[in-house]
């Protein structure tokens, strides 16, 4: 099949349901931000039914770095709760895979590797409360941008489960200090994805020895007048996932998030 | 040893610590309702680990009824997290034993039931909210009448999964249509706790014939001017559980909670 590749022009306006539509037929096969805005956009997280009570657990455990926003049945590929008649093996523009806890190889589906006793988590991300700060007038500096959050290893622990146990990980967004009450105010209606920040600050509280050197993504400035805040992250349970190294793990590649057809106001709690 | 009863009286103004080291003598074996105000109580489920991912599970999918507050390591009675160095076993007041999802036993300690296989899960409770609704001045109609508040079996499913399913059961609370707003804003801040109502008004839209003859508990006035007010309600987790027939299950009893060291205002998101 010969393959037409869209432009985010092409899918502005599109449903989730039809955006996944063009994914599947790799029309798509770029970052998810800024698509199907106002509806959630989740991180994937694939492994075997073996490790799956650990896993679960470990979110359980830490459901600030690790919001789980559905659960997939032993070897369904549809989440029946947030995109009903979804594939998350074909409707994500991205795949990485894992092997011993080293990404072995980026892929366009998981076609190839699924088996009957895979389990697929969605997990909330940060893309959910993002929105809504900046419909409230308060800027991304990332976004503003256009690189990556940054991103720290933080001097925290998670909860172990299990095999799963490591440091949390937190991403930074500066904020004027005149936003910041209301910027905890709006991240907080929003637990199932990160919520609340969880310090703003003094940076070496968390361990963080240079705001400027992120772990992962890319170093963004701090202006005179504002706070650096920091947000549970959900690089965490894919850094906790390696670091247990199960012999194959599936994920989405950063940026390339499953769309669901849930709207962010529905996450909201009041 | 010979045991002395402790009144009311003399575990007032107690610690969590104190008062479960109280019933751990077997000092106390009556319903907890009104000790360590403020302090949030637990609902126990006990089961095997080969049915804990499907417990696990089947709470993450349905968390309005199944608000998990902590699951205990295989064989560990310790809650590390909401009541650092108590023990499950001993610290409840009275229990229950279930075969095959038959009520078989209540005793006062699980020391002779407990096996190095058992997972403890500790769920909200109710209470946690209904003490800031009181503080704002809203009656609770079934605390005013001292009896157990009513409850119903919906036609409502939870969703399922692996061996767990049933119907979502409800509690019900009257409120004056002046408190009703106020209501949904301060249960929508505990999720942790069954959270916001379901439903209010027509008690036929959730399949309930006459709300003065509930399934469980005692019936309560509706006055003229109060709306039915209907929540989530713990007794969904423990219905469903039965209804699975595991060969041998744990729980409290009614009323007679688990006592955390974790203050109720803690639980709020906002």
């Known amino acids: 099949m010969a393959t037409v590749t869209r432009s985010m022009h092409d899918l ?38 073996a490790l799956a009570y650990d896993f679960l657990l470990f979110c359980q455990r830490n459901p600030k770095p690790c919001p789980l926003l559905e659960v997939l049945d032993p070897g369904d590929p549809e989440p029946r709760e947030f995109a ?4 998350i093996r074909t409707d994500i523009p991205r795949y990485r895979v894992y092997r011993d806890g080293a990404l072995s190889d980026e892929i366009d589906d ?18 959910t409360f993002e929105h809504p700060l ?19 290893i933080t001097n925290r622990p998670c909860r172990p489960a ?56 890319d170093a963004v400035p701090v202006m005179r007048g504002e706070m650096p805040v920091f947000w549970a992250c959900g690089v965490t349970p894919q850094a906790v996932m390696m670091q247990a190294k199960p012999p194959l793990a599936l994920t989405h590649a950063p940026g390339h998030m499953f769309i669901t057809d849930r709207r962010d106001s529905t996450l909201a709690v009041l």
């Open 110 to 127: 998981l076609m190839n590797y699924w088996r009957d006793d895979f389990v697929g988590f969605l997990l909330g991300c940060s893309f």
């Open 12 to 49: 502005a306006g599109l449903t989730p349901h039809q955006i996944r539509h063009s994914i599947r037929q790799g029309q798509w096969r770029r970052p998810t931000s800024g698509l199907a805005r106002g509806y959630t956009q989740a991180n994937l997280a694939v492994v075997p039914r």
């Open 134 to 152: 900046m419909d409230a007038g308060i800027g991304m500096r990332h976004i503003e941008l256009g690189v990556n959050v940054p991103m720290f």
């Open 162 to 217: 299990g095999v799963f146990h490591g440091p949390l990980v937190v991403s930074m967004r500066p904020i004027p200090a005149h936003d910041i009450v209301r910027v905890v105010q709006i991240t907080s209606r929003f637990p199932a994805v990160h919520g609340a920040p969880i310090h703003m600050g003094d940076p070496a509280v968390l361990g963080i020895r240079d705001v400027q050197r992120p772990d992962f993504g």
């Open 84 to 87: 009903p008649g979804a594939d």
